[in-house]
């Protein structure tokens, strides 16, 4: 199947009991048996609901994966990730990471024996000095939360493959979603996705997902899931799955309002710098161009006015952006990293990869372009 078609059936099956083309909300605990042990495939929704089967089947057919799993959040979908390491293994992530997880890393799993690294992975070459024997887990979002850095997923797989074939290269591919690119196509073993934002489309659920191609993987990620407990509930599954139907023809609009919002924030005398990978002027546009189909929604730019209080100028005068945290909703939403997303990140690490006081971050949704750039424009003259 073509990926517009893979959102809407892949891996689905009509409701067998009445033919239902939507699987039922299965708002249940628990499941009969006709004997100890013995029952139709499902025996408490802990470990296995049908209405999240059905969801977790299309996750790993739009990823190109062989299984999927569907968590109570994104968080616990990394949580689950880094479970399956041990004290003293070595983890090396990318410099400019979402607030959450850099605070998980560092705040929860430091504490119990994992190391941490962060690296520039502009360059797919500056990993090779951090890989060592304890390396064990190669951490990449790209393109990067708030800074829209591209790592190219296939030239730092094979770097690491090629020093140890037993490091495990997870991808967080939210912004990006599948439909822009296939990070498990590209070598990786791990693909995650805070479902909350693309994936479910509609700022309705909070939710994550892992997707994976090897089986024994897989197997450990099931029993994790299992045995921690964060999954998703059977509503919210119905609503993700629900929006994986439709992020082929939303990611289209996403793509199309981002990249002509880029345009005019290049242009625009209040602002400094755009960071976007759709332009030319983006360090890594090459790399962009080749492992993603698009460039997608997510847009960050600086004011020239390097003051906390000019960015609050213009966020606080927007009307058809909201000011809120989350992203890839169908609603335009607009973001302070320093005082929202990533506060948790210190000040110093803040600084030294360029989260500054002026960084605004766009989620672009599907609304006219026109009304989009006119509020834009209007927030602007109050800078």
């Known amino acids: 199947?073509?990926?517009?078609?893979?959102?809407?059936?892949?891996?689905?099956?009509?409701?067998?009991?009445?033919?239902?083309?939507?699987?039922?909300?299965?708002?249940?605990?628990?499941?009969?048996?006709?004997?100890?042990?013995?029952?139709?495939?499902?025996?408490?929704?802990?470990?296995?609901?049908?209405?999240?089967?059905?969801?977790?089947?299309?996750?790993?057919?739009?990823?190109?994966?062989?299984?999927?799993?569907?968590?109570?959040?994104?968080?616990?979908?990394?949580?689950?990730?880094?479970?399956?390491?041990?004290?003293?293994?070595?983890?090396?992530?990318?410099?400019?990471?979402?607030?959450?997880?850099?605070?998980?890393?560092?705040?929860?799993?430091?504490?119990y024996g994992l190391k941490f690294t962060f690296v520039d992975f502009n360059d797919a070459n500056n990993i090779i000095k951090h890989l060592t024997e304890k390396t064990k887990l190669v951490w990449l979002e790209t393109p990067t939360n708030p800074l829209m850095k591209i790592a190219d997923i296939k030239a730092i797989t094979t770097i690491v493959k090629s020093k140890n074939k037993n490091i495990l290269v997870a991808v967080d591919n939210t912004f990006a979603t599948p439909y822009l690119q296939l990070p498990l196509d590209l070598g990786a073993d791990i693909v995650m996705h805070s479902a909350t934002k693309y994936l479910g489309g509609h700022s309705d659920l909070v939710m994550g997902a892992l997707m994976v191609k090897d089986a024994k993987l897989a197997e450990e990620i099931h029993f994790i899931?299992?045995?921690?407990?964060?999954?998703?509930?059977?509503?919210?599954?119905?609503?993700?799955?629900?929006?994986?139907?439709?992020?082929?023809?939303?990611?289209?609009?996403?793509?199309?309002?981002?990249?002509?919002?880029?345009?005019?924030?290049?242009?625009?005398?209040?602002?400094?710098?755009?960071?976007?990978?759709?332009?030319?002027?983006?360090?890594?546009?090459?790399?962009?161009?080749?492992?993603?189909?698009?460039?997608?929604g997510m847009v960050s730019f600086k004011?020239?006015?390097?003051?906390?209080?000019?960015?609050?100028?213009?966020?606080?005068?927007?009307?058809?952006?909201?000011?809120?945290?989350?992203?890839?909703?169908?609603e335009s939403l607009a973001n302070h990293p320093v005082t929202m997303t990533h506060a948790s990140i210190p000040k110093k690490e803040r600084d030294a990869i360029g989260i500054s006081d002026s960084l605004i971050r766009l989620s672009v949704g599907i609304e006219d372009s026109e009304d989009l750039l006119k509020d834009i424009e209007t927030a602007f003259s109050f800078v």
């Open 1 to 111: 199947m073509k990926f517009n078609t893979k959102t809407i059936h892949g891996n689905q099956q009509h409701e067998p009991a009445t033919g239902a083309v939507m699987p039922p909300i299965f708002q249940t605990s628990t499941f009969a048996q006709s004997s100890p042990g013995k029952h139709k495939g499902y025996e408490y929704a802990r470990a296995a609901n049908p209405t999240r089967t059905a969801l977790e089947n299309a996750f790993a057919a739009i990823e190109n994966g062989t299984h999927g799993f569907a968590f109570a959040s994104g968080l616990s979908a990394i949580d689950c990730v880094l479970r399956l390491l041990n004290p003293e293994d070595e983890v090396i992530a990318g410099d400019d990471l979402y607030g959450g997880t850099y605070r998980m890393f560092t705040r929860l799993f430091a504490k």
């Open 303 to 330: 004011l020239k006015d390097e003051s906390q209080k000019a960015a609050f100028a213009f966020l606080e005068h927007l009307k058809v952006f909201t000011l809120a945290e989350s992203l890839g909703g169908v």
């Open 225 to 296: 899931q299992f045995a921690a407990g964060a999954v998703a509930g059977p509503m919210d599954s119905f609503l993700a799955l629900r929006g994986v139907k439709t992020l082929h023809i939303r990611m289209q609009r996403h793509c199309e309002n981002g990249n002509s919002i880029a345009k005019y924030l290049v242009k625009h005398p209040k602002v400094k710098e755009v960071f976007y990978p759709g332009l030319e002027t983006h360090s890594s546009f090459e790399i962009a161009k080749k492992q993603m189909k698009d460039f997608g």
